[in-house]
C-alpha cells in the first residue's frame, strides 16, 4: 500500500541553523501539507501546496519557513533560522482529489 | 471561534464496551468533510473515517462509526468492541471545500482498561 515517507525521522539542530525537512508524498497525489505539533498539542496547520505554489498558509508560516517541490516526487520544508520554539513533530500529509489526506510518520524536530 | 472543538481531554473505557468521543464544528460553509484520526503512543496519525456533509448515512468503517447530526454540527466517533489497541489519541478533523486546509482539535487520549 502506497504511502507517505518522511526523512528524517529525527533531526536535532542548534538554534539559528537552517534545517530542511523532506517528504515523498503519495505518488497520484495532488495536494501536499505540512503540519507542525508540539509536544502533546494538537496538530497545527503550515501549508498547503498545490499545483506548484502555496495554496493556503497559516500564520504560523512567517518568512522563516518556505516550501519547495524541487522535482516530482519530493516536498520539502525549510526552516531558515531556527528557534527554540520551531521545536515540534512536523508532519506531512497528501491527498488526491479525494477527501482524506494521508500523513507521514513524521520528522521530529529538537532545536537546542 | 474554533472550527473544531474536542470536550473530552481524556476517557476511559472497558475493553470490549463500546465507546463515543465527542466533536462539534463551526462553518458557514454548506460543502466540507469531517474526519477522524488515531495518533499512538508512536507518534503516526492514522486516518480512520470520513464523512461528508452530504451525505445522507452515518460513514461507517469496520469498528468505527461517525454519529453525524448536522443540525447540531456533531461529528462523534463511536468505537464498538473496543480493544486494548484502541489506546490512543484521537483527534477530529475538518475540511471546507471552499479551501485546502484542515482544521484540527485538540484531540481526545482515550485508555482501554482490560
Redesign the interface.
Given at each position: 500500500e502506497p504511502e507517505v515517507t518522511q526523512t528524517p525521522s529525527h533531526q536535532v539542530t542548534q538554534m539559528g541553523q537552517e534545517v530542511i525537512l523532506r517528504c515523498v508524498p503519495i505518488s497520484n497525489h495532488l495536494y501536499f501539507y505540512w503540519y507542525r505539533q508540539i509536544l502533546g498539542q494538537k496538530v497545527e496547520f503550515l501549508v498547503s501546496f498545490y499545483n506548484n505554489e502555496i495554496s493556503e498558509k497559516s500564520e504560523i508560516f512567517d518568512d522563516q519557513f518556505s516550501v519547495e517541490r524541487p522535482d516530482g516526487s519530493n516536498f520539502t520544508l525549510k526552516i531558515r533560522s531556527t528557534k527554540l520554539e520551531d521545536s515540534a513533530m512536523y508532519f506531512c500529509a497528501s491527498r488526491d482529489t479525494r477527501y482524506e489526506q494521508y500523513f507521514g510518520p513524521g520528522t521530529r524536530l529538537t532545536v537546542t | 471561534a474554533q472550527k473544531i472543538t474536542q470536550t473530552q481531554p481524556g476517557m476511559f473505557v472497558q475493553e470490549k464496551e463500546a465507546v463515543t468521543l465527542d466533536c462539534t464544528y463551526d462553518t458557514s460553509d454548506p460543502s466540507y468533510?469531517l474526519?477522524w484520526?488515531k495518533q499512538p503512543s508512536s507518534?503516526?496519525?492514522?486516518?480512520l473515517i470520513?464523512q461528508?456533509s452530504y451525505d445522507q448515512q452515518n460513514a461507517t468503517e469496520g469498528r468505527y462509526s461517525l454519529n453525524f447530526q448536522k443540525a447540531r454540527k456533531s461529528a462523534n466517533l463511536v468505537i464498538s468492541a473496543s480493544q486494548l489497541g484502541d489506546s490512543a489519541m484521537y483527534?477530529c478533523?475538518m475540511?471546507e471545500d471552499t479551501?485546502?486546509?484542515?482544521?484540527?482539535?485538540?484531540?481526545t487520549s482515550l485508555t482501554v482498561i482490560p
Open positions: - | 468533510g474526519f484520526y507518534g503516526e496519525m492514522i486516518f470520513y461528508g483527534f478533523a475540511r479551501g485546502n486546509q484542515f482544521y484540527f482539535g485538540t484531540g
